[in-house]
């Protein structure tokens, strides 16, 4: 192992909504991965409830290929950063039809490099992502949550300070439907 270090994401749960809002929620610490690649061959205008749900706002656990709607900046090794990529070629071959682990590498590094992309900031930052689609395919935009001063650590309802705004398509998430299972 080397002494190099990298950044990337991992899964966070700062309360229990991600286990009623996605079909699968992801365990807190997994690695996380975008995982709009799981979207791109899937009519999203037929996305309902919680499908829908894991493609507006879900980050991909690549453990338990659940998802997460917040992930966390963390420092990792080079080691880290190879064990995911060998995890994420070994889902693609699992659940997403890639005839083998040669074949899925390439799409798996690529995926990890792009998650390399975004943890351009402090340990502990928390990322959301809001997804949508347009002419030109899934649109992506991230947005970093920082505590209200003076917060606890991790509380929800605490984060006030929010980057990338103006990126963030419109749209209302009735969690309280979603959890009752109904389409919204």
Known sequence: ?????????????????????????????????SGAFMFAHRDLAKLQGRARTAFRAGFLGVASFGRSSLAQVVEATEQDRRDLIEALAAQLVAHCGAPDLATAMP????????????????????????????????????????????????????????TGEDDVPEEHLDLATLQRGEPT
């Open 107 to 162: 799409a798996a590094e690529e995926e990890v490099a792009f998650v390399e992309s975004l943890c351009d900031h402090p340990d502990g930052l928390l990322i959301a992502v809001s997804r949508s689609r347009d002419d030109s395919g899934i649109r992506e935009a991230f947005r970093t949550l920082r505590a209200r001063d003076g917060a606890d650590s991790h509380r929800p309802f605490q984060f006030v300070e929010v």
């Open 1 to 33: 192992m080397t002494g190099s270090h990298v950044k990337l994401l991992r899964t966070i749960q700062l309360d229990t909504s991600d286990t009623f809002v996605f079909e699968q929620a992801a365990e807190p610490g997994e690695w996380a991965v």
